[in-house]
């Protein structure tokens, strides 16, 4: 895995539920256990958390949720969506449709 912008979280599941966060890939890193995985034939071991899911996760919703959100946030024109970013172009319409 490459990270061209922004970052992705790399953790493992403890047997007990908690997350364990390993390390993170951040713009123009590549992840050194993905390459050592894909190299070795091994299953890789970990799990990569992106933005939606960090989101995903404060919220208590699904990262798929999220995603279409944004998507539509995106299409109306209040935000703009780039890997690792979300850029915020109208705040008075989230705003409104939050206080609804």
Do not use: H
């Amino acid at each position: 895995m490459l990270v061209l912008e922004g970052s992705v979280k790399a953790q493992i599941i403890s047997e007990a539920g908690r997350e364990m966060l390993l390390y993170r890939v951040r713009s123009g890193d590549s992840c050194v256990l993905t390459t050592s995985c894909l190299l070795s034939g091994d299953q890789y071991p970990a799990e990569g958390i992106t933005e939606d899911q960090v989101l995903a996760t404060k919220l208590g919703s699904a990262r798929e949720v999220i995603s279409r959100y944004l998507k539509r946030f995106e299409a109306y024109g209040w935000v703009a969506l780039n890997r690792g970013a979300i850029s915020l172009l109208d705040a008075g319409a989230l705003k409104n449709v939050a206080t609804k």
